[in-house]
Nanobody, 125 residues
Framework: QVQLVESGGGLVQAGDSLTLACVAS???????LAWFRQAPGGERDFVSA????????DYKDSVKGRFTISRNDAKNTVYLKMNSLKPEDTAVYYC???????????????????WGQGTQVTVSS
């Protein structure tokens, strides 16, 4: 079992930046690491992922150019740097870990073995 703990969420204004972090209880170097988000009444939606080798980062279209995913396997941590935040980015953000070798599978919730509890991001207009 791998426990994932997110941090860094909060209440910000439109245009502000936040950096989320997700720390794993075990080594992460074998996993693709991802961020999803879920708005009230909505489904869990893919945001970004990065493969176990640090390559093939991918993003939801609406966050491309604003969000950057990165990982530090020495710290068992994945980050999501979010710039130019918009009210529509408001959601609970979850990190996930899974054995995924191909980017087309990134958005599939069922491909991930482990999930964090989530951190709330609220962007006011």
């Amino acid at each position: 079992q791998v426990q994932l703990v997110e941090s860094g969420g909060g209440l910000v204004q439109a245009g502000d930046s936040l950096t989320l972090a997700c720390v794993a209880s075990k080594r992460t170097n074998a996993y693709t690491l991802a961020w999803f988000r879920q708005a009230p009444g909505g489904e869990r939606d893919f945001v970004s992922a990065i493969m176990w080798n640090g390559r093939n980062a991918d993003y939801k279209d609406s966050v491309k150019g604003r969000f950057t995913i990165s990982r530090n396997d020495a710290k068992n941590t994945v980050y999501l740097k979010m710039n130019s935040l918009k009210p529509e980015d408001t959601a609970v953000y979850y990190c996930a870990a899974g054995y995924i070798d191909s980017p087309p599978y990134y958005p599939l919730v069922d491909e991930y073995e482990y999930w964090g509890q989530g951190t709330q991001v609220t962007v006011s207009s």
